[in-house]
């Protein structure tokens, strides 16, 4: 029996999918900050109250783990004072997910569980950025939101909605199918000189 085009394609999708899972996680990374051009940033300027960051990250999931940002404004101890969450992921319950891997399945572009418990992060990278900076940035992320409509695991997933945020940034990004783990470590890598 001849594969028509339309199976071929699902064919290609489930192999995606299927060979983006297929490495392990390493234990959490170190975290590391810069500022926007890739620089290392030291202690004292990571303190200013009122700086804007953005930060990439990865936690762990049962399944291959999730890639989102969180973006805000730090204190004066350098800790957050205020934070949001952007990332891509089904809505719904596990049988949303599970479909997701082979149709486009309706999304969430916010917070998911598990995004903000410490104990889950398994990689991050904080950039401290400007106001005008970050207000390009927050932007970008709104304009991103509104239009992603729905996750599919091999073509629109976390890796890709946190891609474009960073290419956005004037960033170079990996391949979207990596885990997230290694999403984020090699985002980082290719942008700093860390």
């Known amino acids: 029996m001849p594969l028509t085009k339309s199976s071929l394609s699902l064919l290609v999708l489930v192999a995606l999918a299927t060979t983006s899972c297929q490495t392990e996680d390493k234990p959490p ?31 762990y ?4 783990g999730h890639t989102y940002v969180v973006f805000g404004r730090l204190n004066k ?9 952007a990332g891509l992921a089904p809505s719904g319950n596990v049988d949303a ?35 005008a900076e970050y207000n390009k940035v927050v932007a970008s992320i ?3 939101q509104a239009k992603s409509k729905v996750w599919q ?24 199918w990596l885990r997230p783990q290694q999403f984020v470590t090699k985002l980082r890598e290719m942008n700093t000189a860390a």
């Open 153 to 176: 695991a091999s073509v629109s997933n976390c890796n890709n909605f946190v891609g474009e945020i960073a290419a956005s940034m004037g960033y170079k990004t990996p391949s979207i």
């Open 61 to 64: 999931a049962l399944s291959y």
């Open 29 to 59: 990374q170190p975290r590391f900050v810069s500022d926007a051009t890739g620089g290392s940033v030291g202690t004292a300027s990571q303190k200013r109250e009122g700086q804007y960051f953005i930060e990439f990250r990865s936690r």
């Open 142 to 144: 709104r304009q991103l």
């Open 97 to 131: 997910y599970v479909l997701g891997h082979f149709v486009p399945v309706p999304a969430t572009t916010g917070v998911t569980d598990g995004d903000l418990e410490e104990e889950y992060r398994s990689a991050s990278w904080r950039v401290l950025l400007t106001q």
């Open 77 to 85: 101890a350098g800790g957050v004072a205020t934070q949001e969450v």
